[in-house]
């Protein structure tokens, strides 16, 4: 049988500032990316210099030629696609004619000029299920991926971040295409055992709001004094909202209605929650560390996870280092909004390379 040399070339569509791409370079060398918001753009340039970063809104017809007459000239026979997800997502709206879920007419577009012999498709877990609007008629996703794409065996799998080598749970809806003349694209094996948020940060020390530590990226952000007293008497896995005395309330003394997921500590023994693009903010959902309890019965850590708990616990490798330009609330938003790189790195490891 002939074999399929690897690494496959590759084209990353709404390459975010590539968090997907940190352990791909045995399987996929991204030759080309686009990546709608120039900051993004930049950050992910100084991380992969070698790759032409082809920034601006896919739905230019400009822009798109770009991209398709790059990824021919580097012979590109992978794609890999990430488009925004805010219209699919139970966090957002959810509205069948919101204009991101239209990016997927683009992402087929693409896969069909430039013929490679694999992709990948990664969004939330409602994505093959919502309804886009093609040629007048509405379709679903799923439907219109098997239709469109009839050159390529469509593979859709429903994968959790966490079974793959992240300390966090962060559930994925992933479609793997291959071309009809090679097998089929499955989905890995999980991992045998779940990383715990103990085994991912215990060692870390024990930060308090605003302290600094001599850890690249481990420093508490500050909190108000409300947030602390709240958050001192919330323990491990806890919202705030629990407590009898220091719950979550407003200057007056009214208690603040709120998400059972707000003010909340998560916890030591399990993965961590899925990490959001709010993932610096206490009133934001599961963003508290665990916290140790004291002698006086009280919890230490009062404050959000710092920005090194949210890299380890996203799968980051150790030396991952941000542009020094790039403001702490930029690269939480882009972790927030990044693929978990060991599901991704999981994934590519499973190509299998014979031509059937």
Known sequence: MKRIKLPLKGLSLFANVGIAEAYIKKY????????????????????YPSTNMICGNILDNIIFDKIIRSSLKEKCDFIMATPPC??????????????????IIKVVEAIKLVKPKYFLIENVQKMPKTYIKFKGKKIKI??????????????????????????????????????????????????????SVRDAISHLPSLESNEK????YHSAKKQNDRH????????????????????????????????????????????????????????SQNNGHPGRLKENGEYSDARVLTLKE?????????????????????????????????LIESILANLDSNVS
């Not at 003394?253 to 707000?262: A, P, Q, R, V």
């Open 28 to 47: 996929v060398d991204i030759k080309v990316a686009n990546e709608l918001v120039e900051k993004r753009a930049k950050f992910y340039s100084e991380l």
């Open 86 to 103: 805010q219209g699919m997502s139970i966090a957002g709206k959810m509205e069948q004619d919101d204009p991101r879920n239209f990016l």
């Open 142 to 195: 799923s439907d219109f991926l098997i239709n469109e794409l009839s050159d390529y065996n469509v593979n859709f799998c429903l994968l959790d971040a966490a079974d793959f080598g992240t300390p966090q749970t962060r559930k994925r809806s992933i479609t793997l295409g291959s071309a009809i003349n090679l097998k089929i694209w499955n989905e890995p094996i999980k991992s045998n055992k779940p990383i």
């Open 213 to 216: 530590s001599r850890i690249k």
């Open 228 to 283: 602390i007293l709240w958050l001192k008497n919330t323990p491990t896995g806890k919202t705030a909202f629990e407590n009898k005395i220091h719950f979550p309330k407003k200057s007056d003394g009214t208690k603040i209605k709120g998400f059972k997921t707000t003010y909340k500590r998560i916890e030591w023994d399990k993965p961590a929650p899925t990490i959001t693009t709010c993932n610096g903010a206490i009133s």
């Open 310 to 342: 949210i890299l380890i616990l996203s799968g980051l490798p150790d030396n991952w280092k941000a542009p020094e330009w790039a403001s702490e609330n930029m690269i939480r938003e882009v972790i927030g909004e990044g693929v978990p790189p060991r």
